[in-house]
């Protein structure tokens, strides 16, 4: 059974490997940003709530992005497994995961420059119907600006804004980055390259995991 975290900046691909890693080990990819956006959409209370933080690219607080969590993994389809993309981001958070009595098996941690950051960012475009995530020169869709999935038109994350990454950036390295050091101390850390091509990161992300790929 796999309990896996993807951990890394904003931007270093954690939702793309996510997906992939999803795909070959048959379990869920949990995204509290791509939840939290869905929420915002369809203005429920949470969403409402959290609009104000995701746009400004600040955190959404601990006890809300917890409590989704908390719900989610008691979903049937996390039974056998999942993997966590964009949470835990704090210490609080992750010791909130710990007290759930869930046993992370790997924290796969994506080591991207801030530099390729900005630019991973500045070229990412997002299904505004399905959220599928494309980029504009590592990723393109077949047609500009239209989702390959769905058809419907493609847009630019709010918190893609150059001066918004930014901020994200810092807050990843003060409120983030200190929880490597606290998987590290649990044995389960994992480091990964995560500046190669898509296929050559998951190549060493499942290597990290122990799982062959044909
Ligand atoms: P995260 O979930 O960590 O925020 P994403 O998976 O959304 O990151 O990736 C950010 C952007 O970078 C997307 O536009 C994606 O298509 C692109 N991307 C992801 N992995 C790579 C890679 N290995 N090389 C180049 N671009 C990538
Ligand atoms: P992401 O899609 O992972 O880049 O997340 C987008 C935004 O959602 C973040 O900038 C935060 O505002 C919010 N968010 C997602 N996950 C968390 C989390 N674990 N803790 C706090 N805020 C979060």
Known sequence: MYNLIMFGPPGAGKGTQAKIISKRLEIPAISTGEMIRAAIKSETPMGLAAREYTE????????VVIGIIKERLTEADCQKGFILDGFPRTIPQAEALAQMGVEITKVISFE????AIV???SGRRLCSSCSASYHVKYAPSAVEGKCD???????????DKPEVVLSRLETYHSETEPL??????????????????VD????SAFKALGVTVD
């Open 56 to 63: 400004s690219g600040r955190l959404v607080p601990d006890e």
């Open 200 to 203: 050559k990161v998951s190549e």
């Open 112 to 115: 991207v420059s801030d530099e």
């Open 149 to 159: 999935s769905c058809g419907a038109e493609l847009i630019i994350r709010k918190d």
């Open 119 to 121: 630019d991973r960012m």
């Open 180 to 197: 490597k050091a606290f998987y590290e101390k649990q044995g389960v850390l994992a480091i990964v390259n995560g500046e190669g091509e």
